[in-house]
């Protein structure tokens, strides 16, 4: 799925870790870890902003489809994890994804969709 890969690219191109992550058909949960030095809104801006473009550009129908409109939401989720366990977090991703893939950052569909 392209959307997972070029997330996975702006975490790594800004130095973030993805810990565990799901890619749904309408949906991104991603947990990262990433330098003190970014806020969690500060992420999200650069990964949407970033991978919006590529889309578009790899993609030129989607620019049609959502001209005058935003390819992401224009809102986002953001915590940090300061009281969370790995074991909250992986319950709260777990109904996302199938549990069968060796990747901490899964698609709904599997690999090939």
Not at 45 to 51: A, L, P, Q, T, V
Not at 86 to 109: G, Q, V
């Given at each position: ?9 702006d ?28 806020a ?17 550009e ?40 199938e ?15």
């Amino acid at each position: 799925m392209r959307v997972r890969e070029l997330v996975r690219q702006d975490c790594e191109a800004f130095e973030i870790k993805i810990l565990s992550g799901v890619v749904s058909k309408d949906q991104v949960h991603i947990v990262v870890s990433a330098p003190p030095n970014i806020a969690p809104s500060e992420i999200m801006r650069r990964i949407k902003e970033r991978s919006a473009r590529k889309i578009f550009e790899e993609f030129p129908k989607l620019k049609k489809h959502y001209w005058g409109k935003y390819f992401w939401a224009r809102g986002c989720f953001c915590v940090t994890a300061g009281q969370m366990t790995e074991e909250m977090i992986n319950n709260y991703l777990e109904p996302h994804f199938e549990a069968n893939l060796n990747d901490n950052f899964k698609t709904e569909y599997g690999e090939h969709e």
